[in-house]
């Protein structure tokens, strides 16, 4: 999965994430799911990005490999 610069993470309430650039175009497939998306945040080096679910559930995503790393 190419995670180039400037690309767009979107989390839905059906619990997908998705990278994207920004001329809209989908980089890879689904990142993964989740429950109800209410928040992400992407690292710095934009390699991770964590999601947050209505329940308070959080999980760390690495981008260049879409798999959990830690869910809490």
Known sequence: MDTGSCNIISGSNDG?????RRDGEAVG?????????VSL???PDETMVVS???SGRLR???IKEGRVVSDT
């Open 29 to 37: 497939g689904l990142l993964g799911t989740h429950e109800a998306v």
């Open 41 to 43: 945040a992407v690292s």
């Open 60 to 62: 760390l995503w690495n």
């Open 52 to 54: 947050g679910s209505a």
């Open 16 to 20: 997908s994430i998705r990278q994207w």
